[in-house]
């Protein structure tokens, strides 16, 4: 379900004009993101990645609250 | 089978219509606590097209004019249900209520700053050590490197007023150098741009280009 | 609603697409029905992926470290040397599989981009 939103991500940049660009910045590549197993999709984005970022946020946040 | 459709936070419930999603579908919300996601109900992820994406921007911009905070939310976040949605977000409640306090009242300028180089770092102050210690220290500058952009001095303090948060990516991809994402107090808009030209003639070699303004998409996190 | 100053130029415009588009790249799954060399890329980009955050994650508490002042002169120096040979190491096997240092930079959501 999620390689066609992939690929459209890439195609809507070939044909974007200046205005879009920012568009696209905005709203594929920020904003809040909710990661873990509730999430069924993300436009642009494999689940593996999103399996992985909920991993790698949840080490970092052990981490963080480790003494220095 | 319909699955839930995430577009925003809100601190409380808009009192006015907040119209239709991307999918054309009835925009609703999920009451969390303290917090309140716009959700619409939807078949299936829609794809990132021109119109889809004018149309998740224009619900969020609508609900701007309608609540003073506005967190957006990632385009194609598709969660299950609201059980999905709230489990999700509970552990975040007390960041999410600190971000929202954060951009309230406020929306995001984008400056793209251009040129053939970036601007010279300063030179390397002397370290002694051997080459462990020394790779360090670079490592530790380069870190602080990334969040600076020397290119806009001039401009700073025209918009140092205006300019409530800051977030910095540099490419350094000439011509494209950073990325410089400004939250300022809704209505400064006009100031902002004018400081912004005010200053061009001093940010020479490089040279800024602004849109905006847009919801707070680039304030959702804390600063780094 | 949308302000816009001096009309940039197509070079521009252009370097903004690539990048957009190389953030765009990073999130693929190696697609198991495509050319093997292909596929093998892909999955040494993803353990690539890993590899550099975890490196990322120590540099960081290493300087953390460093700046609170809770290494030894010795230990600086061991940590240093570590971290440059890890460097190293995910540069070269990245090279070996002709993938750049930037694609390994996953987009962390909350956590921004590390790199």
């Known amino acids: 379900m999620t390689a066609p939103t992939r690929v459209a991500a890439r195609e809507i940049l070939e044909t974007a004009d200046d205005s879009l660009l920012d568009l696209i910045d905005n709203l594929l590549n920020r904003g809040v993101m909710i990661s873990g197993e509730v999430v069924l999709g993300l436009a642009g984005v494999d689940l593996i990645y999103l399996r992985l970022q909920a991993m790698l946020c949840a080490a970092d946040r052990v981490t963080s609250r480790e003494a220095p | ?224 | 609603m949308s302000a816009r100053r001096p009309p940039i130029e197509v070079r521009e415009i252009d370097s903004l697409r690539a990048e957009l588009e190389r953030q765009a790249s990073l999130a693929e799954t190696p697609r198991w029905n495509a050319d093997p060399e292909e596929v093998q890329r892909s999955v040494a980009r993803l353990v690539l992926t890993l590899v550099e955050f975890v490196r990322q994650l120590l540099e960081r508490q290493a300087i953390r470290r460093l700046e609170g002042g809770t290494l030894t002169t010795e230990e600086t120096e061991a940590v240093g040397v570590a971290l440059m040979r890890l460097e190293e190491t995910v540069r070269d096997l990245a090279g070996r599989f002709g993938l750049e240092p930037e694609e390994l930079n996953l987009d962390l959501g909350p956590l921004g981009r590390l790199l």
């Open chain 2, 1 to 224: 089978m319909s699955r839930v459709y995430l577009y925003a936070l809100l601190s409380g419930t808009p009192a006015c219509e907040t119209g239709v999603g991307v999918c054309s579908e009835r925009l609703r919300v999920v009451a969390l606590g303290d917090l309140v996601a716009v959700v619409g109900d939807v078949g299936e992820l829609p794809a990132p097209t021109a119109l889809t994406l004018r149309a998740q921007d224009a619900v969020l911009r609508r609900l701007c004019a309608a609540v003073d905070a506005v967190l957006p939310v990632r385009f194609g976040t598709l969660v299950a249900d609201d059980a999905a949605l709230a489990e999700s977000l509970a552990p975040r409640r007390p960041e999410l209520a600190r971000a929202l306090g954060r951009i309230s009242g406020c929306e995001q300028m984008t400056v793209r700053v251009w040129g053939e180089a970036p601007a010279a770092a300063p030179p390397p102050v002397a370290v002694e050590g051997g080459p462990g210690t020394r790779y360090l220290a670079g490592r530790r500058r380069a870190r602080e490197w990334i969040h600076r952009v020397p290119e806009l001095e001039p401009a700073r303090r025209g918009l140092a007023d205006l300019v409530r948060e800051e977030r910095v990516e540099r490419h350094d991809r000439p011509p494209l150098l950073a990325t410089v994402q400004h939250l300022v107090p809704r209505g400064a808009v006009g100031r902002y741009l004018d400081a912004i030209d005010g200053a061009r003639a001093g940010l020479r070699p490089w040279r800024v280009s602004v849109t905006g303004p847009w919801p707070a998409y680039a304030f959702v996190d804390e600063a780094a």
